[in-house]
Nanobody, 121 residues
Framework: QVQLVESGGGLVQAGGSLRLSCAAS????????RGWFRQAPGKEREFVAA???????YYAESVKGRFTISRDNAKNMVYLQMNSLKPEDTAVYYC???????????????WGQGTQVTVSS
């Protein structure tokens, strides 16, 4: 059974940092694109960052320069380092995986259950 499990969410003050982790099991994703998405209450799920299996990274404009996505293929892990957090970053953050890479959440095949990130002002 394929599983993606996020961890590392929590409550942080504006300007603070969090590091999200996503552990994959059930298959290897070393040749899959990995992405992070987020969904705030009343809003659609939106792209945050993605990384190809070769390590090429892509970011939403709203997080560029503040967030960093990385992966460890040997451990089947992907990470999202979030710095200079803002209240508008508050959302449930999801990790996902797909063959290839993209920004559209509908194109991702595997999803985690999400982890809450709350940034207080």
């Amino acid at each position: 059974q394929v599983q993606l499990v996020e961890s590392g969410g929590g409550l942080v003050q504006a300007g603070g940092s969090l590091r999200l982790s996503c552990a994959a099991s059930g298959r290897t994703f070393s040749r899959y694109g990995r992405g992070w998405f987020r969904q705030a209450p009343g809003k659609e799920r939106e792209f945050v960052a993605a990384i190809s299996w070769l390590g090429t990274t892509y970011y939403a404009e709203s997080v560029k320069g503040r967030f960093t996505i990385s992966r460890d293929n040997a451990k089947n892990m992907v990470y999202l380092q979030m710095n200079s957090l803002k209240p508008e970053d508050t959302a449930v953050y999801y990790c996902a995986a797909r063959d290839g890479l993209g920004y559209d959440p509908n194109d991702y095949d595997y999803w985690g259950q999400g982890t809450q990130v709350t940034v207080s002002s």
